[in-house]
């Protein structure tokens, strides 16, 4: 049985802007420098953004189980703001997960507001019940807190130089 969570962040940022990282690769370029605790790489496997693109993600030492793995963007839609990568291979799927998926959306608010939905969806192989407590929405919102942070420290930069 499929199963989700979610976990939703308000920011003061225009979801047009934080499409402009959510959207693109961007994301994957900054995952690991700005939340280096939670991937310590992200590589581009095949693609250029668009669906069918697969990454492939590492994380950092210390997981137990858990190195490496590949998603593949099975949506990405630039007119509503909402980007979904499945997991494809690696130790999420060899921990037992029989399906596990991220989906992102970008919700406005207002002309200066938004609010980012993360979303898990993830089936787990009935012998497998323990794994239901590694699923955490807790990176997902600490990826959305960073990226706004982000956008916003980068309109302070482009407004002082």
Known sequence: MRKSQSHDFETDVPAAELWEVYGTLRAAELLPE??????????????????GTILQLTFPPGIPGLETYREKFIKVDNDNYIKEAQTIDGDILKLGFLYYMVRFEVIAKGPASSVVRSTIEYEIDEAHPELEAM???????????????????????????
């Open 135 to 161: 699923v955490s929405t807790g990176p997902l919102a600490a990826t959305a807190e960073k990226f706004a942070g982000y956008i916003k420290a980068q309109k302070v930069a482009q407004s002082t130089s």
């Open 34 to 51: 700005l939340l280096p605790h939670v991937l310590a790489k992200v590589e581009v496997v095949s693609g250029d953004g668009c669906v």
